[in-house]
Structure formats: C-alpha cells, structure tokens
C-alpha cells in the first residue's frame, strides 16, 4: 500500500489558512498582544459601553463568503476592544483578579495548535502524564502530602461540585450513584454546611447534585468572619436529632467578600468525629500558602479529603485553570467512572484516564500552561510577586487605617482591604452606604482603577484587591490618591 501521499499543502485545499498566511498573521497577532499588554495600563481598565453596543456593531447574519484575515484582524480593535474590560490592567482591584503572562498565552496558543483530548491516557499520553507531573509539583509548592492526587478542572467551582458528589458517593450505605436521590433512595436528606461568607458556587453545586439550598446549611462567622466551630458541631448535632443526614462540610481559606480564614484544623477535627467529608475551598488564598510564611493558612488541611486551588486567579495564569486535590481519588472514580466499550484501551490497568473522574469526557491540555508558567517565574519568582502582592496589599490597609475619613471594616489576612468612607459625624447607615456607593461608581469612572464592593452586616464596603501581575506600588499608590480626591470632590458637592 503506497501511504507516501503527498501532504504538502494540503490546508489550502481543504480551505484551512496555508501555512504561510497562519505564519504571517500568528506574528502579526504576536505583535498586537505584546503591544497590547505593554500599553495596557493607559487604558480605561474598565469598559464604558452600553449594553447591545458591541451587537450593534457585529453584522446579524454570518458571513457567505470567505472574509481576509486582514479584515478579521481589523475587527479587534474596532469593535472588540471597546468592550474590554481589562483584567491584565495594573488597576484592576476588583473581585479577584485573574491575570494572563507570557508563558501562560504561549502554552494557551500551543495547546490550541496540538488540540489533543486528554480523555483517556492513550488520546494523547502526554497530556495525562504532563498533568501528573505539574499537579505533583505544584502539590509540593503547597507541602501538601503525597497522599493528595490531583486532577485540572475548568473553573472552582466545577472543581467544588466535584468534591461535593464524591462526598455524597461517600456516604456508607447508600447507592445514590444507582438509585439517585429521588425516589428509590432510602437515605436522610442530605445536608452540607459552609460559613455565612461561602461562596455561591458551593450552593450552585448543590443544586446540580439534587441536594438542594435547604441541603445547604450556613453556619455562623465571628467577628472577623471566620466560621465559628462551635456552632457548626450544634447544627450537626440538631440535624441529626431532626433526621437530616449531614455528609459534607466546606471549609473556605479566603472567602469572597473578605479573603477570611475559616479554621480548617479545628473544623477538620469535627470532620474526622462524624465522618464527614471535608472540602477546603481556597480559590483564591490557596496561592498565598505557596509564600512560606503563609503556609501556615492551610494548616489542618492534611485532615481534609479535598481542596480546590485555581491557579487562574492569582498566579498569572490565563483562565481557566482550576486544581483540584483528593485524598480519595477512589471515591470520586467510584461516582464517576462509566466505561463504555469504544473508549476501552488495553492499557487501562495500567495508566490513568481522567475521563473517570468526572463528568467531561474531553478535556482540554491545561497542564500546558502550568509547566510553562512554573518553569518559566520559576518557584521562587512566584513566591516572590505573591509575597509582594501581600505586602503592598497590608500597606493600603494601613493607609485606610491612618486616615480619619476612612475606617476598615474586616481584618486583611491577604491582600484585600474591605473599607469604607466615613466622614466624621456621618453616622447614619443608609446615607454611609450611598455615599460609598457613589464613591465606588466615581472612583471607576476614572479608568485608571477598578473595585468593587460587597456588603457585611448591612454595610457596603469598598474591596480592593492586589493580585494582578502587573501591579505594582505606585498603582495602588495612584489609587489611594484617586479615592481620597474623589470623595472630597463628592464631599464638596
Ligand atoms: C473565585 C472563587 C470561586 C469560584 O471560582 P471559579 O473558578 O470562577 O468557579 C469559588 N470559591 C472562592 C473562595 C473563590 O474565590
């Protein structure tokens, strides 16, 4: 049999862009995202259009014909730059941030050009092996024990809804896998505790696995909004005596609103007491246990049977990159696994297929992105920008502490202030809160500095957080002074 075809130039005849033209505009758009991200701090971080402007300017009907690259590529900056909001900006001090790096959009462009599945080892035994290894590595940054196995999902809380259901197939004596939840199930209602500053995503996960928002139950914070042990083992205890079964507790290093500290080993110790399987949500505070003097925040979490970290927001990689660890790889095989006789290989007894372990099949090659990034900042120089991102982070807490105008109103473990204005003699409630609303949209009008607020007790507070790549001293420095203007400019009016 002759297989010595001819390949050359077989794009051009299946209409893919010959090799010429991708080599020609993939240098162009090289170009264009090295300028964009050395330019990108004199943009307005934040986009000020109007919703439906962005479809105004995109045609409704696809194109019949062939279109150039060149008139594509026009396309970026005309009509989707407006619309960009930008996360890479030094002046994004809001939610959490997710910045992207070089090594992360190389191996985002390298994993596009391989497109491999890495549903089963032998779709690409690269992918699963590349993934054991970074996973290992990064396991070891966060001295974590051997014992934990890892696995890259999308996003957090797709990685959270994962440790949920293996928490659930780890109830001894049920077969909710086989009988579901409702119906010819014969267990309790299922119930889930978290703090009162959860976030939402663990909520999400229980609506999708049939437990419910009244599976979840919320467990009170103290002062400082760290969820209070005590009170977690009271409702434990009350929900038994009212015939719920409890089976899962999540634990958050880092919570939203405030980046709070839940303590895992105390909860841990409740955890191992009822047999409950303890998840540790630490999204975003996970990579500041990366910086030695902060590993201390994950303490407890060897007890834990898993723990999220997502790379994609605070160490420069490019979303969406979730990492989820397991001490029980087995349990969450077991809620998972179904092998249908065409994706059989004769290997399977002796690699991994990460398609047993939840429910995608295909998976895009994400470990990509962590090899080059870890080899690339190398350990230390991640530790080095997390460790400076704390440190510029406490510096504005204690500029909001030293000025009469402004109060804070959660301690700052991270890198996050949670702050407000108050101006002496204005004490009433709703009139501090428009005002600092209003002092927010102001602020962010600017464009040099995008935050965002949340709400504790009833009071709206401003957060800023610092975990972008590019930022630096001086502009969290240009945003502090851009805050005091703004209010006494408000103040004056
Ligand atoms: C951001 C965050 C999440 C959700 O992360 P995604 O990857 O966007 O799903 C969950 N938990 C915490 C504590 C977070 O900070």
Same mark, same amino acid.
């Given at each position: 049999?002759?297989?010595?075809?001819?390949?050359?130039?077989?794009?051009?005849?299946?209409?893919?862009?010959?090799?010429? +033209?991708?080599?020609?505009?993939?240098?162009?758009?090289?170009?264009? *995202?090295?300028?964009?991200?050395?330019?990108?701090?004199?943009?307005?971080?934040?986009?000020?259009?109007?919703?439906?402007?962005?479809?105004?300017?995109?045609?409704?009907?696809?194109?019949?014909?062939?279109?150039?690259?060149?008139?594509?590529?026009?396309?970026?900056?005309?009509?989707?730059?407006?619309?960009?909001?930008?996360?890479?900006?030094?002046?994004?001090?809001?939610?959490?941030?997710?910045?992207?790096?070089?090594?992360? *959009?190389? =191996?985002?462009?390298?994993?596009?050009?391989?497109?491999?599945?890495?549903?089963?080892?032998?779709?690409?035994?690269?992918?699963?092996?590349?993934?054991?290894?970074?996973?290992?590595?990064?396991?070891?940054?966060?001295?974590?024990?051997?014992?934990?196995? @890892?696995?890259?999902?999308?996003?957090?809380?797709?990685?959270?809804?994962?440790?949920?259901? =293996?928490?659930?197939?780890?109830?001894?004596?049920?077969?909710?896998?086989?009988?579901?939840?409702? @119906?010819?199930?014969?267990? $309790?209602?299922?119930?889930?505790?978290?703090?009162?500053? /959860?976030?939402?995503?663990?909520?999400?996960?229980?609506?999708?696995?049939?437990? @419910?928002? +009244?599976?979840?139950?919320?467990?009170? /914070?103290?002062?400082?909004?760290?969820?209070?042990?005590?009170?977690?083992?009271?409702?434990?205890?009350?929900?038994?005596?009212?015939?719920?079964?409890?089976?899962?507790?999540?634990?958050?290093?880092?919570?939203?609103?405030?980046?709070?500290?839940?303590?895992?080993?105390?909860? %841990? @110790?409740?955890?191992?007491?009822?047999?409950?399987?303890?998840?540790?949500?630490?999204?975003?505070?996970?990579? %500041?246990?990366?910086?030695?003097?902060?590993?201390?925040?994950? $303490?407890?979490?060897?007890?834990?049977?898993?723990?999220?970290?997502?790379?994609?927001?605070?160490?420069?990689?490019?979303?969406?990159?979730?990492?989820?660890?397991?001490?029980?790889?087995?349990?969450?095989?077991?809620?998972?696994?179904?092998?249908?006789?065409?994706?059989?290989?004769?290997?399977?007894?002796?690699?991994?297929?990460?398609?047993?372990?939840?429910?995608?099949?295909?998976?895009?090659?994400?470990?990509?992105?962590?090899?080059?990034?870890?080899?690339?900042?190398?350990?230390?120089?991640?530790?080095?920008?997390?460790?400076?991102?704390?440190?510029?982070?406490?510096?504005? %807490?204690?500029?909001?502490? #030293?000025?009469?105008?402004?109060?804070?109103?959660?301690?700052?473990?991270?890198?996050?202030?949670?702050?407000?204005?108050?101006?002496?003699?204005?004490?009433?409630?709703?009139?501090?809160?428009?005002? $600092?609303?209003?002092?927010?949209?102001? /602020?962010?009008?600017?464009?040099?500095?995008?935050?965002?607020?949340?709400?504790?007790?009833?009071?709206?507070? *401003?957060?800023?957080?610092?975990?972008?790549?590019?930022?630096?001293?001086?502009?969290?420095?240009?945003?502090?002074?851009?805050?005091?203007?703004?209010?006494? #400019?408000?103040?004056?009016?």
């Amino acid at each position: 049999m002759d297989i010595n075809l001819k390949i050359n130039n077989t794009a051009a005849r299946t209409g893919d862009m010959p090799a010429e +033209e991708f080599k020609k505009y993939g240098y162009k758009l090289i170009d264009w *995202i090295a300028e964009y991200l050395t330019g990108v701090q004199s943009m307005p971080v934040l986009s000020n259009v109007k919703p439906g402007d962005i479809k105004n300017m995109l045609p409704q009907h696809p194109p019949e014909r062939s279109e150039s690259m060149e008139n594509i590529l026009q396309d970026i900056n005309r009509v989707i730059m407006p619309g960009i909001t930008h996360w890479n900006h030094p002046g994004f001090m809001a939610y959490f941030n997710s910045t992207s790096s070089g090594p992360g *959009i190389l =191996a985002e462009l390298l994993s596009a050009g391989l497109n491999v599945n890495g549903m089963l080892w032998k779709t690409s035994p690269s992918s699963t092996e590349l993934e054991q290894v970074t996973l290992d590595w990064f396991r070891q940054m966060l001295k974590l024990d051997k014992d934990f196995w @890892g696995i890259i999902y999308d996003t957090a809380s797709v990685s959270t809804m994962h440790a949920i259901a =293996a928490a659930r197939e780890n109830i001894s004596g049920s077969d909710i896998r086989m009988k579901g939840l409702v @119906g010819g199930s014969e267990v $309790n209602r299922l119930r889930l505790y978290a703090s009162e500053q /959860v976030h939402s995503s663990i909520e999400k996960g229980a609506i999708t696995l049939g437990i @419910g928002l +009244e599976g979840v139950r919320k467990i009170p /914070v103290d002062n400082e909004f760290k969820m209070i042990p005590s009170k977690l083992e009271e409702a434990i205890e009350e929900d038994k005596k009212n015939g719920w079964l409890p089976f899962c507790v999540v634990a958050t290093v880092g919570t939203t609103s405030t980046t709070s500290i839940d303590p895992v080993d105390e909860i %841990a @110790g409740i955890c191992l007491r009822e047999k409950l399987w303890l998840h540790v949500d630490a999204a975003h505070g996970g990579i %500041a246990a990366l910086v030695p003097e902060m590993r201390h925040i994950l $303490n407890g979490v060897e007890k834990a049977d898993s723990l999220v970290v997502n790379p994609h927001k605070w160490m420069f990689t490019p979303v969406d990159l979730s990492i989820f660890f397991t001490k029980k790889p087995q349990v969450l095989k077991q809620a998972f696994s179904l092998i249908p006789e065409y994706l059989k290989t004769s290997v399977d007894s002796e690699v991994e297929n990460y398609m047993d372990y939840g429910v995608q099949l295909g998976r895009r090659f994400r470990s990509l992105k962590l090899w080059f990034i870890i080899r690339y900042f190398g350990t230390d120089g991640i530790i080095e920008r997390v460790r400076e991102h704390l440190r510029i982070g406490k510096l504005f %807490a204690s500029w909001i502490d #030293e000025h009469p105008m402004f109060e804070r109103l959660a301690p700052v473990p991270l890198s996050t202030t949670c702050f407000r204005a108050h101006p002496a003699g204005m004490d009433d409630e709703e009139t501090l809160n428009t005002l $600092n609303e209003r002092l927010m949209d102001y /602020v962010n009008s600017t464009g040099k500095v995008f935050i965002t607020h949340t709400k504790l007790s009833g009071k709206f507070v *401003i957060r800023l957080v610092v975990s972008g790549l590019r930022t630096e001293e001086r502009h969290v420095r240009l945003a502090w002074e851009i805050i005091q203007q703004c209010l006494a #400019e408000l103040l004056r009016k």
